[in-house]
């Protein structure tokens, strides 16, 4: 059985913890990864607290395994969203696309573990002086709000340079890429783009469909100029997006043509909406419960592992 200290420190079975996909990563995705032995998240992304609460609530009644939440740092939420997880006491926070910092006294002292997505060691290295518990080294694989390392030369760096334990994201979608990130160092993986093709996923079939049909040059990366690089699925839209980005459009008019584009691909306008995956999107190829994702990546790593990372 492979553990590590990321499985003792979250209580989980194995070291799996969904990502905090926006719009997509609902109390019914959380609790069904919790149920399936990993640790669930519901995405706070750009909701407000009231929304984030109910979901809390409901993933609760779903499961008693715990589960967390994810903080888009960048949302206008954020502090809000901050005070429901304190209140709730919810176990775990992941974060997202900014520094946690200023809520690190308040989260610590209700006990909620602090696990922030970093994508350099800089930012990390300050980070865990501030208190943090684990970090998520994203690499620039992964769908969403991306920075630009890899994750086969990040993690390395980050188990190097960290006391605490490194979760490695970016490109990993099954039992090969969790045994190789172990084996660069990190005590588990972070899973994003994979579970949107979860049965529980309650994103839009055509979204999940996009996913399934994906192939290696199928994603790309809107948004450089603006400072907000986000990797998406090829679409009408990536492709406007681009021409624009390309005609030198203002920074602030990139971002009003952006806006509300996840949403409509939620909903399934996966042509005018912003279809957010990573490029492990080529490694998608069904739609299985949760649970069954989990399964068969910790079978196939165990496979290829040995007892190389089991414990007692
Ligand atoms: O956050 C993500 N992925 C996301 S957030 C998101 S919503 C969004 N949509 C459009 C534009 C921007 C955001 C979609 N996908 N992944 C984790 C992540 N965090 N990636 C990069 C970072 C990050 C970036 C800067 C973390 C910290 C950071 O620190 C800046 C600072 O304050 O030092």
């Given amino acids: 059985m492979i553990k590590s200290r990321i499985t003792k420190l979250l209580g989980i079975k194995y070291p ?11 109390a019914e995705l959380a609790a069904a990864v919790a149920n399936g032995g990993g640790l669930g998240l519901i995405a706070a992304g750009s909701a407000p607290g009231d929304w984030v609460r109910e979901q809390v609530r409901k993933a609760r009644s779903l499961t008693s395994k715990p589960f967390g939440v994810n903080v888009m740092l960048l949302s ?34 209700a006990g909620t573990k602090v696990i922030p997505v970093v994508n350099s060691v800089s930012l990390a290295k300050r980070l865990e002086k501030s208190g943090v518990d684990a970090v998520i080294g994203e690499g620039m694989e992964a769908g969403g709000h991306i920075g630009t390392e890899t994750t086969l030369v990040l993690i390395p760096q980050l188990a190097d340079a960290l006391q605490v334990p ?8 099954d039992g090969r890429g969790m045994a190789a990130a172990l084996i660069l160092g990190a005590e588990g993986v972070q899973i994003g783009t994979r579970f949107i093709c979860a049965e529980e996923c309650v994103v839009d079939e055509a979204y999940k469909a996009m996913v399934l ?14 400072g907000h690089p986000v990797r998406v699925l090829k679409n009408k839209f990536s ?3 681009l021409a624009a980005e390309e005609e030198g459009l203002a920074p602030n008019e990139l971002e009003a043509m952006g806006a509300g584009r996840l949403a409509a691909a939620f909903h399934g306008d996966v042509e005018e909406g912003s279809v957010m995956a990573g490029q ?5 190829n069904q739609i299985t419960p949760a649970a069954a994702i989990i399964e068969e990546m910790i079978g196939q790593c165990q496979a290829l592992l040995g007892d190389s990372f089991s414990e007692g």
């Fill in 16 to 26: 799996v913890i969904q990502g905090g996909m926006a719009w997509l990563a609902t």
């Fill in 166 to 173: 490194v979760i490695a994201a970016g490109g990993i979608a």
């Fill in 280 to 284: 492990a999107a080529a490694l998608v």
């Fill in 76 to 109: 206008p939420y954020a502090d809000e969203v901050m005070k429901v997880v304190i209140e709730e006491k919810v176990p775990v926070v992941t974060t997202g696309a900014g520094n946690p910092g200023k809520y690190m006294a308040a989260l610590k002292e």
């Fill in 213 to 226: 049909k994906a192939t290696d040059r199928s994603t790309v990366v809107t948004g450089q100029r603006t």
């Fill in 239 to 241: 492709r406007k997006f």
